[in-house]
């Protein structure tokens, strides 16, 4: 299992995930407006990335017109701020796992060194442009939770595969379906189709080897991803990390 999808499920069951709401909100915000800017206009039917970004919300209980305020923003109407980019960040966490982080930032200086200060303060050394993003793959990634299908896993998976799933993968209660990323779209209406209910569909970057480090510096590690993801400008954060089953055990 990705070290990065087994490390968001215990952040899931924690609840540390996005702890307070507005900084939820914020980020979903973002993704919305960042969809626009990159993601090809302000019209989900014609915007995947935005449609995606969209169901999340609404997952989450952002409001329509926070919604529309983000697509609006990303589409320059009423922005009074420096335009937001996508940015990626690399480094390596204790145990030479390697960290991708994806931020939006309207300055790069001041998303860079919270980065830094973050990777440095908590055992980790940040890396130049390039130096670990060939160890991961962007893929598409459908989140389903299994106690919400009438099938098995091993049914769901079948159907997962015959839908162009790439690979499929449970994690706990949740049946992780990874894609090629143009496929995502393609893969999560057949499976809709077949009744299935998706919690979640996204990018993600995928590791393509996984690194398991010794229990002292895998919990370290894991307190590296958890202030990573508390930046305010940090959207997501990957890596090659490998919990194994007994770590798991002891978190919980």
Known sequence: MSGHTKWHTIRRAKGAVDQKRGQLFTKLARDITMA?????????????????TIDKAKQNNMSNDGIQRAIDRGLGKGSDGAMEETVFYEGYAPGGVAVLIEAATDNRNRTSADVRYIMNKNGGSPGEPGSVAWMFQQKGLISIDLDGVKMDAEELTLLAIDAGAEDVEVSDDVLEVYTEWTELNSVRQKLADQGIAIRDAEMMMRPTTLV???????????????????LDDVQRVFSNLDITDELVAKLD
Do not use: I, Q
């Open 212 to 230: 398991t480090p010794e229990e002292e510096d895998a919990v370290k590690v894991m307190r590296l991803l958890e202030k990573l993801e508390d």
């Open 36 to 52: 626009v800017r990159e993601g090809g206009g302000g019209d989900p039917e014609f915007n995947f990335r935005l449609r995606l």
